[in-house]
């Protein structure tokens, strides 16, 4: 066979059927008509095969051939599977979080459909290429052919594009995230964009921030000093809570504390790997992503005041946050009931917090503690392994990882499981915090990194787009509780909060509010995004 007609052909199969994602997302926008639609699926399948075939003819060498076309359908396949599987696009974000996916989430991801779409997509097709014998050519007549073929292409694709046009454009505009259905440049795309990050700024040098942090006049006399938990939840909808007017009692145990639960929270990213940098940083969403350098965050601004500071990681890691602080991963241990299967449960945090934090320095310990919990929390899409038998309230539950084949409601049943042991987490430090009140004034503040898709409008899991993600992905709980000598201390009420709880409010205040919590001056601080700073002063 000879090379063109490989090309053609692996261009026409991963324009077609590869890209079954984009012609059922183009099948169910409402204002095309079925003719509509019909016409704009030819103009981008012939868009995507041109666009194809001319990457591909680039490497149309004798020993490169055959293991391009192989990376395209593997590429392709998995692309496709989780396209159509959970709903997502493939973007900068999404491609930034599958390289920083660990062991366990790619565990929980496998199961035979992924295994029977990478078999019909790439293999079978790949086993037929390599059993294919590809005519030779010299090397002078290899090079025409490819040059052919990149022209051939780039002209039949401006042609295309000139003839759809209108057709491809409205679509484009009115509906963005199309864009990132193209199956598989926008994962190449979207790998490039990551590669060319470092360009954009230098990654490997952090500059300092707040370096002028010092502590504020509470310091001064106090009898006890402060301790905060800053609970940072993962994968929490904020609708999903009872806190905020969620029928189901998804919230048994804070229900019964004195806390202040905002139910107007948005979070800075769609992602643990966008939103954790962003929320913790001095930036805020509209600038982070532009940012000229890279800077410390908010436990280093902490630790320059000269508070003793601690990151516990349940999670797969703090996304650069934590990395010039003391820190600890949980996720590994071996504590009976706790952890089991390769995972832990979040409540393992807990377990033997007190020596990590008598084993920090003294001199910080006594003027105040800082300590982060980074929860595995809601995270999917296996929601029931993040729930322990006893607090699995709501039942049947879903416990597959192929979200679309599972009940609705025994979905939903599956998550809000997840929250009620997350409650169940938060209960639990309540009341570790108040067995530190002798000799502490101790506080907590929950908020989560993003929301969360289940199935409606057939998306699921998180990491759309932010200009395009719906709500339930971007709406999170901020929940805080504050005991009666850190209000002294701090004279924030839970009362005055209280007041207060439809305020809108954003990741862009968390960075400004726990400096406002914990007294410290400096001049990155910002009392307009300190969403404590009205009760502090009334």
């Known amino acids: 066979m000879r090379p063109l007609w490989v090309v053609v052909l692996a261009s026409l199969w991963i324009a077609t059927v590869c890209n079954v994602a984009l012609w059922r997302a183009l099948a169910r926008l409402p204002e095309l008509s079925t003719g509509q639609a019909a016409t704009v699926s030819v103009g981008l399948g012939l868009v995507i095969a041109l666009a194809t075939a001319g990457l591909i003819s680039l490497l149309a060498w004798r020993w490169t051939l055959k293991p391009v076309i192989t990376l395209f359908c593997v590429s392709a396949a998995f692309g496709a599977y989780f396209m159509m599987a959970y709903g997502v696009v493939i973007d900068k974000t999404m491609m930034v979080n599958t390289l920083q996916t660990d062991l366990r989430e790619t565990r929980d991801l496998l199961n035979w459909r992924l295994a029977a779409t990478v078999l019909v997509l790439a293999v079978l097709p790949c086993v037929v290429l390599w059993r294919q014998h590809i005519r030779l050519q010299s090397t002078t007549r290899q090079v025409l052919s490819n040059v052919a073929g990149l022209l051939a292409s780039s002209a039949l694709l401006v042609l295309v594009l000139l003839l759809f046009f209108q ?62 938990l800053l609970v940072l939840g993962e994968t929490g909808r904020s609708g999903n809570f009872a806190l905020n007017g969620y029928a189901r009692p998804t919230n048994p145990e804070l229900a019964r504390e004195n806390v202040a639960s905002q139910r107007n929270a948005w979070s800075c990213g769609t992602s643990t790997a966008a939103s954790v940098p962003c929320m913790f940083s001095h930036f805020g969403r509209a600038h982070y992503d532009s940012r000229p350098d890279n800077r410390e965050g908010l436990m280093d601004v902490l630790q320059h005041a000269g508070l003793a500071v601690l990151w516990l990681d349940n999670q797969s890691g703090c996304k650069g946050v934590c990395d010039r602080i003391p820190n600890a991963d949980t996720s590994q241990l071996k504590v009976p009931g706790l952890c089991d299967g390769g995972e832990c449960f979040d409540e393992v945090m807990l377990h033997g917090l007190d020596e990590r934090i008598a084993a920090l320095p003294a001199e910080k310990r006594a003027r105040g503690v800082v300590v982060v919990m980074h929860q595995m929390g809601s995270h999917g899409p296996a929601y029931s392994k993040r729930s322990p038998a006893a607090f699995k309230k709501f039942l049947p539950e879903c416990t597959s990882n192929s979200l679309q084949s599972c009940d609705q409601q025994e979905l939903v049943n599956a998550y809000d499981n997840s929250i009620v042991y997350t409650d169940h987490l938060l209960g639990a430090s309540i009341a570790w915090l108040k067995a530190q009140q002798a000799h502490s004034a101790p506080a907590m503040l929950y908020l989560a990194d993003h929301g969360e898709s289940l199935g409606e409008n057939n998306l699921y899991l998180h990491g759309m787009p932010y200009s395009v993600a719906p709500d339930v992905q971007k709406h999170v709980p901020w929940i805080t509780w504050l005991s009666p000598d850190f209000e002294q201390r701090s004279r924030i009420t839970t009362a005055c909060l209280k007041q207060q709880l439809d305020a809108p409010i954003s990741h862009d205040n968390y960075f400004h509010s726990v400096l406002g919590l914990m007294n410290v001056q400096t001049s990155v601080y910002q009392p307009a995004l300190d969403m404590y700073a009205h009760c502090a002063a009334s």
């Open 167 to 228: 057709s491809i454009a409205s679509v484009m505009r009115n509906h963005p995230q199309v864009r990132y259905l193209i199956n598989p440049l926008n994962s190449f795309y979207a790998l490039g964009s990551v590669a060319a990050s470092p360009f954009e700024r230098n990654e490997s040098v952090v500059l300092p921030l707040g370096e002028d942090a010092k502590l504020g006049a509470s310091y001064a006399s106090q009898p006890k000093p402060p301790l905060l």
